[in-house]
């Protein structure tokens, strides 16, 4: 150590206490939001002790969801399925792609890495007209394949796959050639095991990229059952004339952050790995 | 790409890239040279008839006061959420680098924000500033401040931006503390037997040695600014009060889906892929720059 910690450290820590607890403070209001009725929420201050309408509010929400509302536990049944199709439909497609750039020669391959390449640079956001057009030609709104597979392309885990395999050692290949396997096999048996952290840490990435996804839902979803939670919130906050049932709303909210959170603290590691290799 | 032993196969490669191949066609490419069509086309508000008008619609995109505002808007917004998030997080990392015991456990505490959906991080903030039971509402009417960002234009933006700034402080603490334990404890040594202090070795060693972590951070802070952000705008404040917080890809959105002004809003987004484009392009030399160190 370079010089002992005396003073400073206690500024140090206080620092990092004052983050974490500014990074926490609205979390714990809407929990506690979450536990209280209707009454104790709109009663300025609010309290910010728990109160005693855990259950209660958590079972309205996840069953009957508010007035003009649908039951959340159907929202985090669509969630949970857009965020795995995505994920995983990612993770395929680039490794597919990645493997058939990396290990063959063939004409137009410059042509498809560049036009993968092309891809980073259209988010969503600046071709929404169009993209909607192209789906409802396709007849696919109010749909899960229209809700999933306009997202599945990634240049990201394509070009980190890539990279990947370029630092696989030539030799591997040589040697599943003398043994006579050909490129599906050495993808299968050599290239995918070898993969496996990376495919972790990006899986990681993805599913949260997938769960978190707001302005495409909102366009391809119409019907209510196909709500997504993150979706669902803003529409139980639109509640007109009457009044917004915070209580309902803020266990919502909770239930829409437990499975992302969940995900990137159980898988830390594999999370900032997948995070600092790809660099998006 | 370096040469190395391959495959020689006809079609099967054509059958791997198919599937990526496919779907950027047709969602990406297509969409995309549809939009650039359609930024040189004016139709009726009905579908029924488009002609061909040239840059019209950018000129009228460029002489319309809102876009104008919308440019100001975006660029206060994206400036404000950079600066905050990159500069607390720089302070946390820092900190977070500098204790031995309980890095792990700080570490852990301030990264889950990275997990929170933008939409969502905007409705806990709107939650604490409600103006009739927020919080952080009552305590500013207490001391005397009134806060009502629903009609304040100026509150609005603050209110997105903390909400903002909350969710993009734990990606950018992430990269910091990466390129802080990267830096070689030896270098750090060395300046501390001539005499370095704390402050001086912070200014003429780790800032340098992070600067190219930071200047990729402001990139992919403005990126997120630009255009993840959406979920905020839309969920907060839908672009108001009077326009106040009416961010670029907000405009995109609501000209082509409310106004129905589909030549305007494609000329709008064929300007926000030439800023997209250009950023990438930045980040980009800066990744080149680096695997070449």
Same mark, same amino acid.
């Given at each position: ?7 400073? @450290? ?147 885990? @394509? ?122 | ?29 297509? *969409? ?12 009726? *508000? ?11 619609? /950018?000129?009228?995109?460029?002489? $319309? ?63 604490? /500033? ?7 509402? #009552? ?34 603490? =992430?990269? #910091? ?28 060693? =780790? ?39 009416? =961010? ?8 082509? #889906?409310?106004?129905? $002004? ?32």
């Amino acid at each position: 150590m370079i010089e002992k910690q005396g003073a400073g @450290t206690w500024v140090t820590h206080a620092i990092l206490i004052v983050g974490v607890l500014t990074v926490a403070f609205p979390i714990y209001v809407t929990f506690v939001a979450s536990t209280l009725t209707l009454r104790d929420v709109l009663a300025a201050p609010m309290t910010l002790i728990p109160g005693p309408h855990l259950i209660e509010n958590y079972s309205t929400a996840l069953f009957s969801g508010t007035k003009n509302g649908t039951p959340v536990s159907g929202m985090l049944l669509n969630s949970l399925i857009m965020a795995l199709v995505i994920a995983t439909g990612k993770i395929v497609i680039s490794l597919l792609s990645a493997f058939a750039v990396v290990y063959f020669r063939f004409p137009l391959r410059m042509v498809f890495f560049w036009m993968i390449f092309v891809t980073l640079m259209l988010p969503v956001e600046v071709r929404i007209l169009p993209t909607f057009k192209v789906v409802s030609d396709l007849e696919l709104l109010n749909s899960f394949p229209g809700l999933t597979v306009p997202l599945i392309a990634s240049a990201t885990a @394509t070009f980190l796959f890539r990279q990947f395999f370029m630092t696989v050692p030539d030799e591997l290949v040589e040697a599943t050639k003398i043994d006579g396997a050909g490129p599906m096999r050495f993808f299968r048996d050599v290239l995918l095991p070898l993969s496996r952290t990376n495919i972790a840490a990006l899986f990681v990435i993805l599913f949260i990229y997938g769960w978190n996804q707001y302005l495409w839902p909102l366009l391809i979803t119409s019907d209510h059952s196909m709500d997504t939670i993150v979706i669902g919130i803003r529409r139980m906050l639109a509640a007109g004339d009457d009044q917004v049932e915070w209580p309902v709303v803020m266990a919502t909210t909770m239930l829409a952050m437990i499975p992302p959170v969940f995900v990137v603290v159980a898988m830390q590691r594999w999370f900032v790995k997948g995070l600092v290799d790809s660099e998006k | 790409m370096r040469v190395r032993v391959g495959y020689n196969n006809k079609v099967l490669p054509y059958i791997l890239v198919a599937p990526q191949i496919l779907i950027t066609l047709v969602f990406f490419i297509w *969409p995309a040279s549809q939009a650039i069509y359609q930024a040189v086309q004016r139709q009726d *508000p009905f579908g029924l008839r488009t002609r061909f008008v040239g840059l019209d619609n /950018f000129a009228a995109i460029l002489e $319309d006061p809102g876009y104008l505002n919308s440019l100001s808007v975006t660029a206060i917004f994206s400036l404000s959420v950079a600066a905050l998030a990159l500069g607390l997080a720089l302070l946390l990392a820092v900190s977070a680098d500098r204790v031995i015991r309980g890095a792990t456990t700080y570490k852990t505490l301030l990264i889950w924000p990275y997990a929170v959906a933008p939409a969502i991080a905007g409705v806990l903030w709107m939650f604490l /500033f409600n103006p009739t039971i927020g919080s952080i509402s #009552f305590v500013l009417k207490a001391l005397g401040y009134n806060w009502n960002h629903l009609l304040d234009g100026n509150q609005a933006m603050i209110l997105v931006v903390l909400a903002a700034t909350w969710k993009q402080i734990s990606y950018n603490f =992430i990269f #910091f503390l990466a390129g802080l334990q990267a830096i070689p404890k030896s270098l750090i040594e060395a300046a501390a037997i001539d005499g370095a202090g704390r402050t001086r070795r912070f200014w003429t060693i =780790i800032l340098p040695l992070l600067s190219p972590t930071a200047f990729f951070l402001l990139v992919v802070n403005i990126v997120y600014a630009f255009f993840d952000t959406f979920g905020i705008i839309h969920a907060v404040t839908s672009g108001g009060p009077a326009r106040a917080t009416e =961010i670029l890809v907000y405009k995109v959105y609501y000209d082509a #889906f409310e106004a129905l $002004d589909l030549g305007g809003s494609a000329a709008q987004s064929v300007i926000l892929m030439a800023i997209v484009i250009s950023l990438t392009v930045v980040q980009f030399r800066y990744v080149e720059r680096r695997v070449h160190y």
